[in-house]
T-cell receptor
Framework: DAKTTQPNSMESNEEEPVHLPCNHS???????IHWYRQLPSQGPEYVIH???SNVNNRMASLAIAEDRKSSTLILHRATLRDAAVYYC?????????????FGEGTQLTVNP | DAGVTQSPTHLIKTRGQQVTLRCSPK?????VSWYQQALGQGPQFIFQ???????QRGNFPDRFSGHQFPNYSSELNVNALLLGDSALYLC??????????????FGDGTRLSIL
């Protein structure tokens, strides 16, 4: 499994954009990059995933570096509900729906 | 549309006892994975069940076992409980043994405390 490096914590203000970085320099060519988040007292929640090009959905955007050694999760307007631990998880296409290797993630604090 | 449900939500046991945790997958899903999350850490993969068989297993001892029923629900059994087994146990479901890069859907877990 590819190793990831994420900041332990980040802080943002409500209604401002948030950029959460992730380094995954040992990623293989067929690994997708998944992001999950875990709100307090809840199980992890899928956010977004991508392979090479940038991806957008209703929750967030994912920007993937051209060399794929890093990615950034973008929350366009942070809300208090976005306060959570965010996990960046490179995972092979074949197994990403069944086995996720979580690191320690980034604790995001959103200030009102 | 019912999501992943787990029971019980909290459980207290003593060392040496055995415990069974239960999981019902999201409607339409046929694959169940179990994770252990110690306090302050990310979840760790225990094993996955598909077609009533264990398909993948993480680095956990044989004290951890499971079962999947024909209705796709699943149980996690832990024997000879140790203090270190205290954790949040998470169940996740997906479709088709996880192939095809599908997101996993997690329940809110069972908090197991060992005294």
């Amino acid at each position: 499994d590819a190793k990831t490096t994420q900041p332990n914590s980040m802080e943002s203000n409500e209604e401002e954009p948030v950029h959460l970085p992730c380094n995954h320099s040992t990623i293989s060519g067929t690994d997708y990059i998944h992001w999950y988040r875990q709100l307090p007292s809840q199980g992890p929640e899928y956010v977004i995933h991508g392979l090479t090009s940038n991806v957008n959905n209703r929750m967030a955007s994912l920007a993937i570096a051209e060399d794929r050694k890093s990615s950034t999760l973008i929350l366009h307007r942070a809300t208090l509900r976005d306060a959570a631990v965010y996990y960046c998880i490179p995972s092979p296409w074949e197994t990403s729906g069944s086995r996720l290797t979580f690191g320690e993630g980034t604790q995001l604090t959103v200030n009102p | 549309d019912a999501g992943v449900t787990q029971s019980p939500t909290h459980l207290i046991k003593t060392r040496g006892q055995q415990v069974t945790l239960r999981c019902s997958p999201k409607s339409g899903h046929d694959t169940v994975s179990w994770y252990q999350q110690a306090l302050g850490q990310g979840p760790q993969f225990i094993f996955q069940y598909y077609e009533e068989e264990e398909r993948q297993r993480g680095n956990f001892p044989d004290r951890f076992s499971g079962h999947q029923f024909p209705n796709y629900s699943s149980e996690l059994n832990v024997n000879a409980l140790l203090l270190g087994d205290s954790a949040l146990y998470l169940c996740a479901s997906s479709l088709g043994a996880g192939w095809g890069n599908q997101p996993q859907h997690f329940g809110d877990g069972t908090r197991l405390s060992i005294l």
